[in-house]
């Protein structure tokens, strides 16, 4: 299955690699569809595309990457509509904000999109632990929680 | 807007499935409990904006030339993997 996105232009989805989102992405409910789109494997930058409207698609990022201890709980409500039974199958993506100016790069540790990569169901999650940040800064310029690598 | 005075203890119902129950009163805060199924999401209302915004600024990521995107996060990864061997 062929799909024209804005960034990548045409791109070939693997059908079996469709997630399906549950409640959706805050804010994008009416979007479905999502693949993950990893175009330089040894960056840990990929893509969250959807389906349903070629023009969105989200940066993100391990969240693990980002912040060595973060450590999220994931509510029971959540994990029984996402049917987690193994946490080897669950995989976190965060999501991440790049302004141009000023220039600025952060991750939303507090709504992690939780994926079951075994069943390709996510959906996007709030945590109750309000020591999570929406604004994870990875760069200086911004202001807010900051990553030390900046 | 429908407007309702329960007591303590008290419930309403939405539809078939979701029920909200008045648990406690203090001063300016109340204490409520909600059940409902999983696929309703139930969140407090100023952090749910605040995602959402979130949400919508990072997907204006299309706004930035696709040229210049790769760069910017070729320079993210080596910050982060500078940082992963320092450790």
């Known amino acids: 299955m062929n799909l024209i996105t ?7 989805v693997d059908e079996s690699k469709v997630i399906d989102m549950r409640g959706g992405v805050i804010g994008f409910e009416h979007l479905k569809k999502f693949v993950l789109h990893i175009q330089d494997e040894k960056n840990p930058f990929w893509w969250f595309q959807s389906l349903d409207d070629g023009k969105v698609a989200f940066v993100v990022i391990n969240p693990f990457i980002a912040k060595a201890d973060y450590e999220p709980v994931i509510d029971d409500n959540d994990t029984k509509l996402l ?16 302004l141009q100016n000023p220039f600025s790069v952060s991750v939303n540790l507090r709504a992690p999109i939780v994926v079951n990569a ?18 994870y800064y990875l760069t200086t310029t911004g202001s807010g929680d900051e990553a030390s690598i900046a | 807007m429908l407007i309702l005075t329960r007591k303590l203890g008290e419930s309403i119902t939405i539809g078939d499935d979701i029920k909200i129950t008045f648990l406690e009163a203090k001063g300016k805060q109340v204490r409520i409990g909600i059940e409902a199924p999983p696929h309703i999401a139930v969140h407090r209302e100023e952090i749910y904006q605040l995602i959402r915004e979130q949400n919508i600024q990072a997907a204006k990521v299309d706004s930035i030339e696709k040229d210049t995107l790769p760069d910017i996060l070729d320079g993210l ?7 992963q061997q320092e450790l």
């Not at chain 1, 049917?83 to 790049?98: G, Q, Y």
């Not at chain 1, 075994?118 to 604004?135: G, N, R």
């Open chain 2, 77 to 83: 990864r080596n910050l982060l993997l500078k940082d």
């Open chain 1, 83 to 98: 049917e987690i039974e193994n946490a080897e199958h669950v995989v976190l993506l965060a999501i991440v904000t790049i």
């Open chain 1, 6 to 12: 804005a960034r990548f232009g045409e791109i070939d």
């Open chain 1, 118 to 135: 075994e069943k390709k169901i996510a959906k996007q999650v709030i945590l109750e632990d309000q020591t999570c940040p929406v604004q």
